[in-house]
């Protein structure tokens, strides 16, 4: 059985979970090491100034890609969150105080390592009034003001649907402004029970109504259904949601929801035709595909389809590439 992290008891989901061995991985989940020049530089880059990335601390698969390409990821808030979902590795528990000069040092971190684009995500913070709402937006100011060629991708909680709070992280100007609903209704509450499926959705449409480039991510394999997949797409788009990543659930430890099924590259692919064809603006699927994954790219495939030009900081990001990830790629190897 795993332990708890920080010595605490193993809550009774947690117990259930542990009863469940990890599971093997299919062959197709797989990632290639390319170490390629800009990876090995902003690899020595971080190690010689001390930065903190989610893409090394989490061990994202797919960190030779994104940090080729100069994207990555930074957690804020802290590492314990006011809320527990059975999927995710960041713990609950009482979080740390608020560190107000975190942003200023995330965007000094954009900074050092020379990113074209970033995405910050963070925990929930229950316990503060705002919900965290100034955090996640002063991040977003204070990466513009010091990387104004930098795009900026902001992933956050619901905020309660509160509408100040809402109105504070809107008011900050993301490139896209993302919540993950990541699975579907008749499962949601058991995967995420600190959040409501129709609220998720209610943050997208009043993202989408201030204007913001809106995204969210679907997880597979926690319990779902192939055919529930699709009706959670709809629910989406109708939102208002135009970026949309399609993943597979990897469990992070025994403690964790198991594996319920392992999705072929062949039905991500499906997936993925669906959901261009219900008018979303960019799609990426795949079993290795993260909500931030070639995100940069993704966001200028939607200012196109809206018909909008890229700011000229920022033109560098409608570079056309292949994603080595998305399910199309791994079918054609």
């Known amino acids: 059985m795993s332990a708890a992290p920080d010595g605490r008891k193993l809550l009774r989901l947690e117990v259930r979970n542990s009863q469940t061995p990890i599971e093997k991985k299919p062959s197709w989940i797989k990632t290639r090491a390319r170490m390629g020049p800009e990876f090995t530089e902003l690899k020595g880059l971080v190690r010689r100034e001390g930065l903190h990335t989610v893409c ?23 590492d314990q969150c006011t809320r527990r979902c059975d999927f995710c590795q960041i713990d609950t528990g009482k979080p740390a105080e608020l560190d ?15 990113l074209r684009y970033s995405t910050v995500t963070g925990v929930a913070r229950d316990d503060l009034e705002d919900g965290g709402a100034w955090l996640y937006a002063e991040t977003v100011r204070q990466i513009h003001a010091l990387n104004p060629g930098t795009g900026v991708e902001l992933l956050i909680p619901d ?7 809402l109105a504070e992280v809107f008011g ?11 699975t579907v209704p008749r499962i949601f509450k058991r995967i995420r ?46 939102a208002g949601c135009e970026i949309l990543t399609i993943t597979q659930y990897l469990r992070p430890s025994p403690r964790h929801h198991p594996v319920d099924r392992w999705v072929k590259p ?13 008018g979303f603006a960019g799609v990426m699927a795949g079993p ?34 292949t994603a080595a990830q998305e399910a199309s790629s791994l079918l054609a190897r």
């Open 288 to 321: 290795l595909v993260r909500s931030s994954y070639r995100a940069g790219r993704l966001f200028a495939q939607t200012k196109a389809r809206r018909g909008e030009a890229l700011s000229e900081n920022l033109a560098h990001l409608a570079a056309e590439g």
């Open 100 to 114: 107000r000069t975190e942003p200023r040092k995330v965007a000094e971190s954009v900074q050092a390592m020379g």
């Open 266 to 278: 062949e039905e991500f692919v499906e997936h993925s035709n669906a959901a261009e064809a219900m």
């Open 159 to 165: 905020f309660n649907a509160d509408p100040d709070q």
């Open 193 to 238: 029970p600190g959040f409501r499926y129709a609220r998720s959705l209610e943050v997208i449409t009043r993202a989408r109504e201030a204007g913001l480039v809106t995204k969210s991510n679907l997880i597979l394999g926690m319990g779902e259904t192939p055919d529930e997949v699709a009706p959670a797409m709809k629910d989406l788009v109708d």
């Open 56 to 78: 090394e601390e989490a061990g994202c698969p797919n960190i030779y890609e994104c940090w080729e390409d100069r994207e990555a990821t930074f957690l804020i808030g802290g």
């Open 172 to 182: 900050s100007r993301p490139e896209v402004l993302a919540h993950n609903v990541e």
